[in-house]
């Protein structure tokens, strides 16, 4: 028996190699997914002793449209600025100030962050 079994384990593997898997997921989401990971949050104080470049300025938002959704919150806002500075280049943000407002054009309630877009000097 276990002769057999060991004939037709090479049969049975190599069945599979003939199987391809596809996806709707693709590798640009992947790649927009975690680029706010490759941006720190600095403190004002932090910077003094930090050798950076100013990019400009970002904000994020994070907007309730409708009753039944999730409440915005500065967090969400907060990335998604960490994802612009990504895309400007930077590696780097601190931030200025959250702001909610009610009763938008388009949002029941809204969150929009506010900072500065960095490129740090990495540390030697």
Do not use: H, W
């Amino acid at each position: 028996m276990k002769r057999l079994t060991l004939l037709l384990l090479p049969l049975f593997t190599s069945g599979c190699a003939y199987f391809s898997f596809n996806s709707n997921l693709d590798k640009e989401n992947f790649d927009d997914y975690f680029k706010p990971g490759g941006v720190r949050i600095y403190e004002q104080s932090q910077l003094a002793d930090l050798n950076y470049l100013y990019l400009g300025t970002v904000e994020g938002e994070s907007c309730q449209s409708d009753a039944n959704q999730a409440v915005p919150n500065a967090g969400e806002a907060r990335t998604l600025a960490r994802r612009r500075v990504a895309d400007m280049g930077g590696n780097g943000v601190s931030f200025d100030k959250c702001a909610e407002f009610s009763d938008v054009p388009g949002c029941l309630k809204q969150v929009i962050c506010y900072g500065q877009a960095l490129k740090v000097a990495e540390e030697k």
